[in-house]
T-cell receptor
Framework: DTAVSQTPKYLVTQMGNDKSIKCEQN?????MYWYKQDSKKFLKIMFS???????INETVPNRFSPKSPDKAHLNLHINSLELGDSAVYFC??????????FGEGSRLTVL | QKEVEQNSGPLSVPEGAIASLNCTYS??????FFWYRQYSGKSPELIMS????GDKEDGRFTAQLNKASQYVSLLIRDSQPSDSATYLC??????????????FGRGTSLIVHP
């Protein structure tokens, strides 16, 4: 059983389109995150939710909207995709802050 | 000033040697420090966490923390080719409301050659 699973693993889309990435964790953790890893491998936090409540929003454009329907799920919707949004998006969960379990990542390519 | 700094490398060591990876952080209020390993095309995996000054050993890995110098390091003894990966340093940086943000450095690429 995969602990943190993300779908889809790959997205290829045109500029201006809207896309969503889903994340689910079966570890019973209270906190979930979205990170963006750019082409230079820098892993930058975007959002964090604790028990469905948004606790971290790190200066992310409002084209990005996270949603947490329950504490096991955290989804990411991106409107009006731009070239600079191309990256690998990682979902993660934790029981202890900083001890993160990552999903396999979703590679987004915007053409 | 970057919040978490690491040399990007690559750091190249021969098989069997000790690899030494270093990290500094800017926010003195940071609590809890972590090392992650990321193989190419894979997700980061937690390998060590350290919460207080001094050394912490786990198998071939030793994490060292010096809060006064704002410095964290990871030593890998008897390095193996399978240790070749990018090593990411992470710290829990203080955030509003008493929460902490797990913040990553840019990673150091380690190559262990036979």
């Amino acid at each position: 059983d995969t602990a943190v699973s993300q779908t889809p693993k790959y997205l290829v889309t045109q500029m201006g389109n809207d896309k969503s990435i889903k994340c689910e964790q079966n570890l019973g953790h209270d906190t979930m995150y979205w990170y963006k890893q750019d082409s230079k491998k820098f892993l930058k936090i975007m959002f964090s939710y604790n028990n469905k409540e948004l606790i971290i929003n790190e200066t992310v454009p409002n084209r990005f909207s996270p949603k947490s329907p329950d504490k096991a799920h955290l989804n990411l919707h991106i409107n009006s995709l731009e070239l600079g949004d191309s990256a690998v998006y990682f979902c993660a969960s934790s029981r202890t802050p900083g001890e993160l379990f990552f999903g396999e990542g979703s590679r987004l390519t915007v053409l | 000033q970057k919040e978490v700094e690491q040399n990007s490398g690559p750091l190249s060591v021969p098989e069997g040697a000790i690899a030494s990876l270093n990290c500094t952080y800017s926010d003195r209020g940071s609590q809890s420090f972590f090392w992650y390993r990321q193989y190419s095309g894979k997700s980061p995996e937690l390998i060590m966490s350290i919460y207080s000054n001094g050394d912490k050993e786990d198998g071939r890995f030793t994490a060292q923390l010096n809060k006064a110098s704002q410095y964290v390091s990871l030593l890998i003894r008897d390095s193996q080719p399978s240790d070749s990966a990018t090593y990411l340093c992470a710290v829990n940086r203080p955030h509003e409301g008493g929460s902490y943000i797990p913040t990553f450095g840019r990673g150091t690429s380690l190559i262990v050659h036979p």
